[in-house]
């Protein structure tokens, strides 16, 4: 009996059918059919809850779970109820959007200069500096809240609680993303291309500039998608930082709303700030696009989640 190496033959010629191949006989086997439900129950059960309250946003009764038709009622038209024409939560929605721009301008260029710091500067201080920024991730929210509160209240600062003490903490908290982000590209990138850029006649901070920077671009994107995106959703910091009703966010117009008589407006708030989220991550996608075809790089959609 004969058996034909065609197929074999074919495999080794086209590295691609090979790994097609491979590939099914691996998805085939146990381990990875579980591996792939657990991942659809976990996705199941992250974003179906989402898409129910986004659903009951277009609600056109009061109900926030019987369903009586689509409507926009919640989002323009209703003249009092409605996020378009309720005062406070238009003022939630446009102080949580500053409050994330502000936060994001200063946080990830703060955090790039310190990120470039810490890897170019040697000795105690610089480690100190570096524990510091590693230990935001260890510490509570709430402890770094509370001790903000009581540094702005007992202290003599030069400003009080507020827009500008809301915007301080949420750079105290926040500034360790981007450097931890930048640092870590940094290690792949290596010191070459500068001393390279030097060599060439290019001063410390042009090389830097003309250099480094332009390989830095994608974890200085990724910094400030990640940093927009949280200060979007943040309650803890921002609330014990807040003065009066004109430093209230859409989360703690929400969490105050919800324990009395909640609308579908809430829903409706709560939905327009995922898709200004969902903005700012198609736009930091478009720019990473654009990124990889001036560089040459793979600009797909996994290679940009693969940053994050």
Do not use: C
Not at 262 to 276: E, F, S
Not at 282 to 298: I, M, N, Q, T, V
Request: net charge positive; proline share 5%.
């Amino acid at each position: 009996m004969t058996i034909s190496a065609a197929p074999v033959d074919m495999a080794m010629r086209d590295p691609e059918l090979g790994r097609s191949r491979r590939w099914r006989r691996q998805s085939s086997t146990p381990k990875a059919r579980g591996l792939a439900t657990v991942t659809v129950i976990y996705l199941l059960w992250s974003l179906v809850p989402v898409a129910i309250a986004v659903l009951f946003s277009f609600n056109a009764g009061r109900s926030r779970s019987v369903w009586q038709g689509f409507s926009l009622r919640w989002y323009t038209w209703d003249p009092v109820g409605s996020v378009a024409n309720d005062p406070s939560l238009r003022s939630a929605l446009t102080h949580t959007l500053l409050l994330a721009v502000v936060a994001t301008l200063i946080t990830v260029p703060l955090g790039v200069t310190l990120a470039l710091a810490l890897d170019r500067w040697r000795g105690r201080i610089p480690s100190g500096a570096n524990f510091a920024v590693l230990m935001s991730f260890v510490i509570p929210e709430i402890a770094l809240a509370i001790g903000l509160l009581f540094m702005i209240t007992l202290l003599a600062t030069p400003f009080t609680l507020g827009t500008t003490a809301q915007v301080i903490g949420l750079i105290t908290f926040q500034l360790s993303y981007p450097v931890v982000i930048v640092r870590a590209r940094m290690l792949t990138i290596g010191k070459q291309y500068e001393e390279a850029a030097r060599d060439l006649g290019a001063t410390a901070l042009g090389a830097v500039r003309r250099a480094l920077l332009p390989m830095l671009y994608p974890a200085i994107l990724v910094s400030a998608i990640l940093v927009f995106a949280d200060v979007l959703d943040n309650f803890v910091l921002v609330r014990y930082l807040s003065s009066d009703a004109s430093t209230e966010t859409t989360s703690m117009r929400i969490y105050s709303a919800a324990r009395a008589a909640p609308t579908p407006a809430l829903n409706a708030l709560a939905t327009l700030v995922l898709i200004a989220s969902l903005t700012v991550v198609l736009l930091g996608w478009l720019a990473y696009r654009r990124w990889g075809k001036s560089e040459g790089e793979e600009s797909s959609l996994g290679a940009f989640a693969g940053n994050f």
